[in-house]
């Protein structure tokens, strides 16, 4: 499981992360929101723990764009921040759990714990759609417009991950780390090569394209 800590304060994300990578977590910290950007768009995690007070911006801010991007994983936000409006409005923006500090370390393991349990265990939807697509993860088939279309595993896969994701900007290296297992910049133009398949076979005949390339960031569901 990856953490990401988005903390500027050393001495809280060192405690933090020491804590974290104790109970066999991968952590990744970042001190601003525009490292905090970098870091959800080069890897994937599986949570974030998210400070409000950061040097660049309200992490309120960052939190609502996460969302809105289609960033569905965990986020406990942690801040000195503890009044009640302060913790509503965390919550109203997607936040999954707030810890005001001062904290128990042990408390935020605990939380964070259960927020990955709750996730893993959370239905997941078997049908996903969109713009004409229809990806069945039990029957393993996919239609479009109603018409059955064959896809390798691989396209398979790719097509779902970005049915999973809409609008939510990919990158390369989160690409490869989902579908073909490997954390380093791939060396082929294999993933442009999927990209241009499922395109040839979904992108429809007028109108904007179904997969589109956001130049130096990667490939968008539009």
């Known amino acids: 499981m990856k953490i990401l800590i988005v903390e500027d304060e050393h001495k809280v994300s060192r405690f933090v992360e020491r804590a974290l990578s104790e109970q066999a977590y991968t952590v990744g910290v970042a001190g601003s929101c525009a490292a905090a950007r970098d870091a959800l768009a080069e890897s994937p995690y599986d949570a974030v723990v998210l400070d409000l007070g950061l040097p660049d911006g309200d992490g309120l801010d960052l939190l609502r764009e996460w969302r809105a991007s289609g960033f569905n994983e965990p986020v ?8 009640v409006e302060d913790r509503v409005r ?51 088939t996919v239609t479009f417009n109603g018409g059955e ?30 579908i073909w297992d490997a954390s380093y910049e791939m060396e082929t133009n294999l993933i442009d090569v999927y990209v241009r398949r499922l395109r040839m076979k979904f992108d429809p005949a007028e109108g904007e394209p179904l997969i589109k390339t956001v130049r130096g960031s990667g490939y968008q569901l539009a």
């Open 90 to 140: 965390g919550l109203n923006l997607g936040a999954d759990d707030y810890l005001p500090k001062p904290f128990s370390v042990d408390e935020l393991v605990a939380r964070l714990r259960s927020l990955l349990r709750r996730q893993g265990t959370a239905p997941r939807a078997t049908v996903l759609e969109h713009r004409g697509v229809r990806l069945d993860l039990l029957a393993r």
């Open 149 to 178: 279309v064959e896809l390798t595993s691989r396209e398979f896969a790719l097509l779902e991950l970005f049915l999973q994701n809409p609008r939510r900007v990919l990158t390369r290296t989160l690409i490869a780390e989902k």
């Open 76 to 83: 406990l936000i942690l801040s000195a921040r503890d009044a």
